[in-house]
């Protein structure tokens, strides 16, 4: 069984580093038509990048956290919105399994090559008991990669009747509902800066009927049932966020380094890779990358080991872990930040791969789970703590 994960980990970090110079050619008809084309969706589907964290006894690879977000970081080099859409998608199979039964997830991820779940994480809508069931409606934006998604994950808040049901402490409830993605209309809504590639549209269900096995509480709520210790830690995904601006910046980087090379300055009449301070701001984009990546593989395989133990993780891992996430999204766009001032006019042009970059990067920075405010939470843990959130 070992054997079989390591060689699907390497399978599928050889199939990310082999589809790179494709992904690249693509990524300006990507960023124009705001989706990603269908054969190359498809390509991505069948290499099991969609559900690589799904567990092997569901039909999936079962691959560790450390080869998903390599995965996530190689595919964000060559384009940030392949990398994005490929993470939520991963994201959301993840924790759609930790909480199905065999039965249940076989015949939702059957044939799994052809799978691919997004949906929305917040409740924005209505789930009503009703005989047998849910109904389920309502509007959930950010939908990266709808237009090609087979199936929904919505949360919702849950209603009897007209009166909202409450969990265990008193608050309003809620939980996540599957549905067929024909169940939805898609809204064009999502005209934006950066990452336009993913697609990430609002949609709307009007009173689709789900299942009660279709349905569980969302990952920060709960712990998961199953008996793999894979799912032992649900917030592990979180780090496959930060893998998206750390393949954008590695990318600028490579950019800038590239554009020193080939441009003069006119001035001194030698090419700018001479030049002291743009020297000196490679070097500051290197460390920033370097240092930041270093500590989250780093963090990650602490988490491994103590996961593959079958141990709890202390509350000074859950802090590194926590921290290490937004920190590489910081530092990475620090990093694309320092490489575009530097390259100057030259990548204020749409034409300069610097642009995209810089867009991109800030864009993936504003997802929630990875804003400066929640170094809060690492700083709670590491105090000794429970954090605010319970994504770690």
């Given at each position: 069984?070992?054997?079989?994960?390591?060689?699907?980990?390497?399978?599928?970090?050889m199939?990310?580093?082999?589809?790179?110079?494709?992904?690249?050619?693509?990524?300006?008809?990507i960023?124009?038509?705001r989706?990603?084309?269908?054969?190359?969706?498809?390509?991505?589907?069948?290499?099991?990048?969609?559900i690589?964290?799904?567990?092997?006894?569901?039909?999936g690879?079962?691959?560790?956290?450390?080869?998903?977000?390599?995965?996530?970081?190689?595919?964000s080099?060559?384009?940030?919105?392949?990398?994005?859409?490929t993470?939520?998608a991963?994201?959301?199979?993840?924790?759609?399994?930790a909480?199905?039964?065999?039965?249940?997830?076989?015949q939702?991820?059957?044939?799994?090559?052809?799978?691919?779940?997004v949906?929305?994480?917040?409740?924005?809508?209505?789930?009503?008991k009703?005989?047998?069931?849910?109904?389920?409606?309502?509007?959930w934006?950010?939908?990266?990669?709808?237009?090609?998604?087979?199936?929904?994950?919505?949360?919702?808040?849950?209603?009897?009747?007209?009166?909202?049901?409450?969990?265990?402490?008193?608050?309003?409830a809620?939980?996540?509902?599957?549905?067929?993605?024909?169940?939805c209309?898609?809204l064009?809504?999502?005209?934006?800066?950066?990452?336009?590639?993913?697609?990430?549209?609002?949609?709307?269900i009007?009173?689709?009927?789900?299942?009660?096995?279709?349905?569980?509480?969302?990952?920060?709520?709960?712990s998961?049932?199953?008996?793999?210790?894979?799912?032992?830690?649900l917030?592990?995904?979180?780090a496959w966020?930060?893998?998206?601006?750390?393949?954008?910046?590695?990318a600028?980087?490579?950019?800038?380094?590239?554009?020193?090379?080939t441009k003069?300055?006119?001035?001194?009449?030698r090419?700018?890779?001479?030049?002291?301070?743009?020297?000196?701001?490679?070097?500051q984009?290197?460390?920033?990358?370097?240092s930041a990546?270093?500590?989250?593989?780093?963090?990650?395989?602490?988490?491994?080991?103590?996961?593959?133990?079958?141990e709890?993780?202390?509350?000074?891992?859950?802090?590194?872990?926590?921290?290490?996430?937004?920190?590489?999204?910081?530092a990475?766009?620090q990093?694309?930040?320092?490489?575009?001032t530097?390259?100057?006019?030259?990548?204020?042009?749409?034409?300069s791969?610097?642009?995209?970059?810089?867009?991109?990067?800030h864009?993936?920075?504003?997802?929630?789970?990875?804003?400066?405010?929640?170094?809060?939470?690492?700083?709670?843990?590491f105090?000794?703590?429970?954090?605010?959130?319970?994504?770690v």
């Amino acid at each position: 069984m070992r054997s079989a994960s390591i060689n699907a980990s390497e399978q599928l970090l050889m199939t990310a580093q082999a589809l790179l110079p494709r992904i690249q050619s693509l990524a300006v008809e990507i960023e124009q038509q705001r989706s990603l084309p269908a054969a190359l969706t498809k390509e991505l589907a069948e290499a099991g990048f969609f559900i690589m964290g799904v567990a092997r006894a569901m039909g999936g690879p079962e691959a560790d956290p450390i080869t998903a977000t390599r995965v996530i970081e190689t595919l964000s080099m060559a384009d940030g919105a392949t990398g994005w859409v490929t993470m939520i998608a991963a994201t959301a199979s993840f924790w759609s399994t930790a909480f199905l039964t065999d039965e249940v997830a076989c015949q939702l991820f059957a044939p799994a090559t052809k799978v691919m779940m997004v949906g929305g994480t917040i409740p924005h809508g209505r789930a009503v008991k009703t005989a047998g069931g849910y109904r389920l409606s309502g509007q959930w934006p950010f939908a990266s990669g709808c237009q090609q998604a087979t199936w929904l994950a919505s949360s919702a808040w849950v209603f009897e009747h007209d009166v909202p049901l409450l969990d265990a402490k008193g608050q309003p409830a809620w939980a996540v509902f599957l549905t067929p993605a024909t169940a939805c209309r898609i809204l064009d809504t999502w005209h934006v800066t950066g990452l336009r590639g993913t697609g990430s549209h609002d949609y709307v269900i009007d009173d689709a009927f789900v299942p009660p096995h279709h349905s569980f509480p969302h990952p920060t709520q709960a712990s998961s049932p199953r008996p793999e210790r894979h799912y032992a830690c649900l917030g592990v995904v979180i780090a496959w966020l930060p893998a998206v601006p750390l393949g954008i910046a590695r990318a600028a980087v490579e950019a800038f380094k590239h554009l020193l090379h080939t441009k003069q300055d006119r001035r001194a009449n030698r090419p700018l890779a001479k030049d002291a301070e743009k020297q000196r701001a490679v070097a500051q984009a290197e460390v920033l990358v370097g240092s930041a990546r270093a500590y989250l593989y780093e963090t990650l395989t602490q988490v491994r080991a103590v996961i593959q133990a079958g141990e709890s993780l202390s509350m000074t891992l859950r802090g590194q872990l926590r921290g290490a996430c937004t920190h590489a999204v910081l530092a990475s766009i620090q990093a694309v930040d320092t490489a575009y001032t530097a390259a100057g006019g030259t990548a204020i042009y749409a034409r300069s791969p610097l642009d995209r970059y810089f867009r991109d990067a800030h864009t993936a920075a504003a997802h929630v789970a990875v804003q400066p405010a929640t170094l809060t939470d690492a700083g709670r843990l590491f105090l000794g703590l429970e954090p605010l959130s319970r994504y770690v």
